[in-house]
């Protein structure tokens, strides 16, 4: 193994080790959960928001409380946003793209606003995939691929199947029942993914005095 593949190695490891607690899944579960929820009553926005603007002190405060007690403290490289964000908006775009083909090869139609309504499932689902795939490139880890096929497997489903009369009147409501129930059913998934995982993680990893905790950089 190259010094170069063997560095890149190291800072997956590295990446995987920050993430083996479960809390990136529990904090995407509470915003799905919280995005579904506030489809139903305005007032729960609170639920989507807070998690979502606050993620990072919420998920730092959790880990120097939880995890780096257990198995040290990790600064990783942070990619800077200036070279994310234009993929982030590429992968955006490219996803409406092929949705927009599927409608006019399926229905002859792309403009029609009730066939982009009906497609939202897997659109978001599509939009959770380019995030479990970078976060499965920046660790190696299997699980990401987990997530993503269940993703677009569950979106798809609820992209196709009618519910009938079941409306929601807030926030996410507007796209149709079945976005809603898509984030509601992939919200508590991630959610008891992640607190199976971070119970398995403390069981595993238990706890060292403050003094033993070590600081290590991934560059």
Partial sequence: MSDQNRLVEIERKAFRESLQDGLMEILLGAILIGMAAASINIFLVVIYLVPLIFWKPISEAARRRFTYQRIGYFRLRQDPARKVLPGVFLYQALV???????????????????????????????????????????????????????????GSLFSIMDFGDLDFRYL????????????AFMGTLLLITGIIQFSSFMRKNPAVPDEAVTLNEAQ
């Fill in 96 to 154: 409406f793209v092929i949705i927009g083909i599927a409608l006019l090869v399926a229905f002859g139609d792309f403009t029609d606003p009730s066939l982009w309504s009906q497609a939202m499932p897997v659109i978001f689902a599509l939009m959770l995939v380019g995030a479990f795939m970078y976060t499965a490139g920046r660790t190696g880890s299997r699980r990401p691929y987990i997530y993503a096929s269940v993703s677009i497997l569950a």
């Fill in 172 to 183: 996410f409501g507007e796209f149709g029942a079945g976005l809603v129930l898509y984030f």
